[in-house]
């Protein structure tokens, strides 16, 4: 059999899914520093988006189409359920972290401090002020949903935990996002719970730099 190569940045939140979901199931992987639109991204998603994934013949873009194959090509632990509505509620909560509180959370107000783009080189505050009700509105939605079966679909650990895993990871590091955290009891005690997994702790990026506000 050959060895999955997985390609993107240890950063990306995308990448570190795709690399956890190998080490839940134990699947042999390599895992190669690739930015989006490097040469050989590019040659397999469309939009030269990381992470992608080669084995052997086969190459393949997008996070969930990714973990998808995974989990059904290798034997361990399943992480999208067969049972009909415990794998709906998987797919429903990806969509939801993926669709939306990616664009919030990741995107628009991270990216805010990651990559700042006030005139003076400094996060813009004006538009990180705007974001924090919403980004407290989506962390108090997690912290409702996990204080019900300590998962965030039902009461077992599925794709859609190693879904939000990395994201929460990085907001912790951020002021208004990591006090919003730490005040969502539920939703701290589901990640440092997670967190203690080895899927987790052998997929830690280097920490992202904000710049000084
Ligand atoms: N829907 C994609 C999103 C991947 C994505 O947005 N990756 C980011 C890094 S976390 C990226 O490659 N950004 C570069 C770009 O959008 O040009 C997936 O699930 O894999």
């Not at 520093?33 to 469309?46: F, G, K, L, T």
């Not at 997008?62 to 973990?67: F, L, M, N, V, Y």
Request: aromatic share 8%.
């Amino acid at each position: 059999m050959p060895v999955v190569e997985i390609l993107g940045l240890a950063s990306s939140t995308y990448t570190r899914v795709a690399r956890m979901v190998c080490e839940e199931k134990q699947v042999p992987y390599e895992f190669n520093q690739s930015p989006p639109h490097s040469p050989d991204v590019d040659a397999i998603h469309p939009f030269g988006k990381v992470p992608v994934m080669r084995h052997g013949d086969f190459e393949l873009c997008e996070s969930k189409a990714i973990s998808t194959y995974l989990d059904l090509s290798f034997p361990g632990p399943k992480l999208i359920p067969t049972e009909p509505r415990h794998a709906a509620l998987t797919e429903q909560w990806v969509s939801l972290v993926n669709t939306k509180m990616d664009g919030t959370l990741v995107r628009s107000y991270l990216f805010n401090y990651v990559f700042p783009k006030g005139s003076d080189g400094k996060p813009d505050r004006t538009v990180i002020d705007s974001l924090v009700p919403q980004l407290e509105r989506e962390i108090a939605l997690l912290d409702r949903t996990v204080a019900k079966g300590g998962f965030l679909a039902g009461d077992s650990f599925t794709l859609a935990d190693i879904n939000v895993m990395p994201i929460l990871a990085h907001l912790r590091n951020f002021p208004e996002s990591g006090a919003a955290i730490a005040a969502a009891k539920s939703l701290s005690a589901y990640y440092d719970r997670l967190a203690a997994r080895p899927s987790f702790q052998n997929t830690v990026p280097e920490r992202p730099q904000a710049k000084a506000s």
